[in-house]
């Protein structure tokens, strides 16, 4: 006879499923870190196509890539740097500042440091900037300025030292076909495929539960017909087993 009283056949343990656990928090983690970069190249990827002058800004605040070693160490090739908008007539000598490059095709941008600061000679506002690079120099070693000045208008803001090393390399990999496949395409199909197994395996889990439930019931409907039957019967049910017996 099942023990009425034994709280393990009716309030079973409840035990936390730590790899799922683990599998939700790194997913979470990975949405977090990649969702805004494929965001990111997404708009960078449209804008190209519609071959706007312009970059994709949150508020006043803009994500640049860099692929350059001109301003190492203070800025490295592949970090991902924030600068901010400004207007340019508050800039000054010896900031670092974001622009589309005079010298290129008019969408690419640069992140030099002003050397200098050219005014109009009618109103005194600013005309352009003279920039370079802090890493690059000429043949004597001195600072080489960049070939062409940048006009105002072509100012897209100015970086404060906000860096994060490498996500921008992160973020150029993901721009590539092998990049998304590695980075969204086989986590995904990953996660995707966890979650099935995993499904399957509470759902066995469960039916056994029910079966095992099932069956308790059953013994316990069984006692309770046992318990019920007349003393009687039960001597003639015990006879009938002895004679059986001889």
């Given amino acids: 006879m099942i023990d009425k009283n034994d709280k393990n056949n009716t309030q079973p343990k ?3 499923d730590v790899k799922h ?5 790194v997913g979470i983690v990975l949405c977090v870190i990649l969702l805004p970069i494929l965001i990111f190249n997404c708009v960078l990827l449209v ?5 706007e002058k312009e970059v994709p800004a949150i508020g006043k605040v803009i994500p640049l890539i ?8 203070d800025i490295l090739g592949g970090d ?6 400004v207007d340019a007539q508050t800039l000054k000598e010896g900031d670092v500042i974001a622009f589309f490059d005079p010298a290129g095709n008019g969408t690419s941008i640069v992140t030099h440091k002003i050397k200098e600061v050219i005014y109009n000679d009618g109103d005194g506002s600013i005309k352009e900037f003279k920039t370079y690079g802090i890493n ?3 043949a004597d070693g001195s600072p080489e300025i960049d070939r062409v000045h940048v006009p105002v208008g072509d100012v897209v803001g100015i970086y404060n030292g906000f860096r994060i090393p490498y996500l921008g390399s992160v973020a150029m990999f993901m721009q590539t076909t092998v990049g998304l496949l590695v980075c969204i395409g086989i986590p995904l199909a990953l996660f995707i495929a966890y979650e099935v197994i ?4 509470a759902d066995k889990a469960n039916q056994n539960d029910i079966n095992a439930l099932m069956a308790e019931l059953e013994a316990l409907k069984q006692a309770k017909q046992t318990e019920a039957l007349p003393e009687d019967q039960l001597s003639e049910g015990e006879n009938n087993s002895s004679n059986g017996e001889e």
């Fill in 198 to 201: 995993r499904r399957r395996k």
């Fill in 47 to 51: 804008k190209g196509m519609l071959n």
């Fill in 66 to 73: 860099v692929i350059t070693e001109s301003m190492e160490p």
């Fill in 136 to 138: 690059n120099f000429s």
């Fill in 21 to 25: 656990l683990i599998v939700n928090v």
């Fill in 80 to 85: 991902l740097i924030v600068v901010n908008k």
């Fill in 14 to 16: 409840k035990e936390v």
